[in-house]
């Protein structure tokens, strides 16, 4: 036993378990980007990774599978220098996680990993578990050796390291369940702070939800109240507890007339649990679809979810496709109704404001009827809160498209529809009309529609027959695009005219070769990395 807890063997054990662990710790890059993605749910995680056509587990067989033979031969081959033969064919996982590392990182990240200072505390984590477990495997291999003293296994013993490849994913799940030991007291102990810090302000809160164009009907109400109050809104598409908790302590909310709070939802409760520490003065809906039906289960817990935002508002705005779906609830309610004459192109829009017996022509550059709907929206409220018809007419006129929710890029003499946060079927449809209303050749590239649950076979069957007619049609990915392309054929869509490819750089490749100026092309539903 003596031999065994030696200096140099201790040092060895050391050595082996430091460089191993943090060279280790390097494979986790785009999976904790992923796990970012899935605001850290490990159950997510292997729930994303179960998913047909996912590779992640295949390449950490892989991996695993190259280790295995690779230290195996180089120990033997190296076997005229004793025990050191097993040390020297660490070399090996050096070799093959290195090039693991540089091929998972080549699939780069929609969405790229943030170091926010929760995720840095998740490495810290990682790291010092990784160290802990190649250590002690790194021992009691060691250990094993000792009391065994074969050659063969002095030889081969770090072989069994290899395993350590097929343990990417339980440990990064591991590590995320020991982070969440402090990360969760210490969110709710953050949303507590804004919780109260918005209780002893005299800042008036707007919510927003429905299953599309929330993000949408928040930035333009913003820029049409901007005209008249000082308004806060939650950036980008934030709408989680932590989302709102953000927006609210790191802003001086005294300064500000309305925080205008998007509340977003997958869960009935959801939306509770938001309003209960930001709870809303007006409530918006912007409509109901089977968006998120693969977590909701049913529509009706859809329109359960979001109807709680109803509860205790002062006054609630619901838009006119989903208002008879909210009759039961007792707050008092306004169905959307200020628009009319509605005419949409490659221009934009011309619509007239009506508020009673007040109408103003009004137009906007954003794309598509379905975004005079959204303005329709944020118009009701406005007027509720003291605009004249008028005044948002003039602000409409002002608005600027929202980023990836069908902004007309023009490059190259090339109109480009940006339309990639759009994954809802409404929305879908409406954009590619959109696209029809352009000349020359219109292409759309889209990787299908997706948390549809039963219905998203059935959906993307329909957004296929919504292409026919387009010029050209490219489809990204390998299990959603299948029933798009059986719908579009189904429907008369020229075979010649649609393509699958595998990836968005693919994709792009192929417009390089087709696209000429004055041609359009809409990026409809371009799928964040858990797709």
Known sequence: MGIFISVPKTIECVVCAVLFALLYCACFYRLTGILQSLSYSGTKLFKWARKKGNLTFGKHVLLT???VLSTAVVALCFSFSGEWAAVISLACFAVFFAVFIWADNKIALKVPVTFTPRLKRLYVVLVVVSLILVYLAVTLLNFADFIWGNSVFTLLRYCALSLFGLLIMPILALSNSIAKIYEVPHNKKFVRKAKAKLKSSNIRVIGITGSYGKTSTKKILCEILATKFKVLATPNSHNTP????????NNDIQNF????AEMGA????????????????????????????????????????????????KKAII???????????????????????????????????CFGKETVPAHTKLLGAHAVDNIAIAAMLAHELGMSAKEIAEACEKLNYIEHRLQLICSGGVNILDDGYNSNVKGAAAAIEVLKSFNACKIC??????????????????????????????????????????????NGGDPEKICIVQTLNAAQEKLKAIL???????FLNDLPDIY
């Not at 007339?257 to 205008?260: A, N, S, T, W």
């Not at 005419?343 to 934009?348: E, I, P, R, T």
């Not at 000429?516 to 809409?522: E, F, I, N």
């Open 266 to 313: 997958r869960h009935v409760g959801d939306i509770a649990e938001l309003c209960e520490f930001c709870p809303p003065e007006y409530s918006l809906i912007t409509g109901i679809c089977p968006q998120h039906l693969e977590s909701f289960g049913s529509i009706e817990n859809i329109v359960k979810a979001k109807g709680e935002i109803l509860s205790g508002c």
């Open 516 to 522: 000429k100026p004055g041609d359009t092309v809409l």
């Open 257 to 260: 007339d309305f925080f205008i």
């Open 319 to 353: 838009a006119s496709d989903c208002s008879a779906l909210f009759e039961a609830y007792s707050c008092p309610k306004l169905t959307v109704d200020c628009v009319k004459d509605v005419k949409s192109d490659c221009n934009g829009s011309t619509f007239t404001l």
């Open 65 to 67: 599978m190259l280790c």
């Open 242 to 249: 932590m989302g709102l908790a953000m927006s609210i302590n």
């Open 445 to 490: 590239v889209t990787p299908g529609l997706v948390e549809l649950g039963m219905l998203e076979e059935s959906e993307n069957r329909a957004l296929g027959k919504h292409l026919v007619g387009l010029d050209n049609v490219i489809l990204i990915g390998e299990t959603l695009v299948i029933p798009v392309k059986e719908g579009y054929i189904e």
